[in-house]
């Protein structure tokens, strides 16, 4: 299938872009009990970055997140402590009709270790103070904001 190849997969993601209306997506904070933040590496982008993705029709924020949690890096959120939104931004970078919902999540559990697949090439926690070459930059101010306890930026 064309769609197992990296470039092919690129090029259908920037046709995607390009062809989309306005676009909602979530992006997740899970932070450990040392103090490590769950960061991953896409298979079709460069760099680590918070879990997240787009929300499915009918789907809420906070159901996507936990969904993407799932999903991106074998993350179960504990369904009787809600995710916790920290901010909504406008994600110019990716396009100008892209608008990211931040979220935290408090209380978590990690069955599984996540394996490489066709959309995470690597999944890992690391500590805060020493983030692993290549984090976005968005990553690391989202990651300031909430470690400073500042406001949210406006733009992602």
Not at 95 to 116: G, M
Not at 121 to 137: I, K, Y
Request: include cysteine; charge should be neutral.
């Amino acid at each position: 299938m064309l769609l197992d190849r990296p470039i092919f997969r690129r090029l259908f993601h920037l046709g995607a872009l390009a062809l989309r209306g306005m676009t909602l997506g979530v992006r997740g904070v899970a932070i450990d009990e040392q103090e490590r933040v769950c960061l991953v590496r896409h298979t079709y982008v460069s760099g680590w970055q918070l879990p997240g993705g787009g929300i499915e029709v009918g789907e809420d924020a906070a159901l996507a997140m936990a969904r993407e949690f799932r999903e991106e890096a074998e993350i179960v959120v504990d369904p009787a402590v809600p995710l916790r939104l920290h901010g909504f931004y406008h994600n110019l970078a990716g396009s100008r009709r892209d608008h990211v919902a931040l979220f935290l999540a408090p209380s978590f559990t990690i069955p599984k270790q996540k394996e490489p697949d066709r959309e995470i090439a690597a999944c890992g926690f690391f500590p805060l103070n020493s983030l692993p070459e290549g984090t976005t930059r968005a990553t690391r101010e989202r990651l300031r904001e909430i470690r400073d306890g500042s406001a949210p930026a406006a733009i992602w």
